[in-house]
T-cell receptor
Framework: GAVVSQHPSWVICKSGTSVKIECRSL??????MFWYRQFPKQSLMLMAT?????????EQGVEKDKFLINHASLTLSTLTVTSAHPEDSSFYIC???????????FGEGSRLTVL | AQSVTQPDIHITVSEGASLELRCNYS??????LFWYVQSPGQGLQLLLK??????LVQGIKGFEAEFKRSQSSFNLRKPSVHWSDAAEYFC???????????FGKGTRLHILP
């Protein structure tokens, strides 16, 4: 079946550094990808909608300068957490929508820990 | 805007017993409804979805859900749970096939041996 790969699956960084998380659709093209954030034992909070070739649409309350999203191709979207701080530590999950079938597939998630 | 409520944070059932997880949505038109399962430290797996048609939807792993417009509900059911069903279950709602989906807060299912 269709697979969405996230890399890295976990990352530890120092406060003040930037971290990039990749989301790839491995066997389908995705014109739309979504980024979610999940705090421990909580729900998934939609951060932004990423459309190939255009600017991401951010949900209310999400800092677009803090969470940079790039969707440069039909199979890749990246989330960059800039100047990360401990409160940015979270589980980040992406999902990709198959441009042909409309099916939505989720990645395995990336756990970010900021020291 | 659409929203979804899962009133139960935790549910505990005995292995072999039946299960029902509640989900209520808020949306003015016919919603697109989903149930996902997340095992510890894992990504999300789609159990089933409702877009239109038959209001009783069959999913994977023996799960089913029923869309009740009059109650704005989409409850998940399973006639006999297995220990491997212990996980976090999320109900989600979308406004159309291609739009974003919003998740409920989740229900953690515990299984007693």
């Amino acid at each position: 079946g269709a697979v969405v790969s996230q890399h890295p699956s976990w990352v530890i960084c120092k406060s003040g550094t930037s971290v990039k998380i990749e989301c790839r659709s491995l066997d389908f093209q995705a014109t739309t990808m979504f980024w979610y954030r999940q705090f421990p034992k909580q729900s998934l909070m939609l951060m932004a909608t990423s459309n190939e070739g255009s600017k991401a649409t951010y949900e209310q309350g999400v800092e677009k300068d803090k969470f940079l999203i790039n969707h440069a191709s039909l199979t890749l979207s990246t989330l960059t957490v800039t100047s990360a701080h401990p409160e940015d530590s979270s589980f980040y999950i992406c999902s990709a929508r198959d441009r042909v079938t409309g099916e939505l597939f989720f990645g395995e998630g990336s756990r970010l820990t900021v020291l | 805007a659409q929203s979804v409520t899962q009133p139960d944070i935790h549910i505990t059932v005995s292995e072999g017993a039946s299960l029902e997880l509640r989900c209520n949505y808020s949306y003015g038109a016919t919603p697109y409804l989903f149930w996902y399962v997340q095992s510890p430290g894992q990504g999300l797996q789609l159990l089933l979805k409702y877009f239109s048609g038959d209001t009783l939807v069959q999913g994977i792993k023996g799960f089913e859900a029923e869309f009740k417009r009059s109650q704005s509900s989409f409850n998940l059911r399973k006639p006999s749970v297995h220990w491997s069903d212990a996980a976090e279950y999320f109900c989600a709602v979308g406004t159309n096939r291609d739009d974003k989906i919003i998740f409920g807060k989740g229900t953690r299912l515990h299984i007693l041996p």
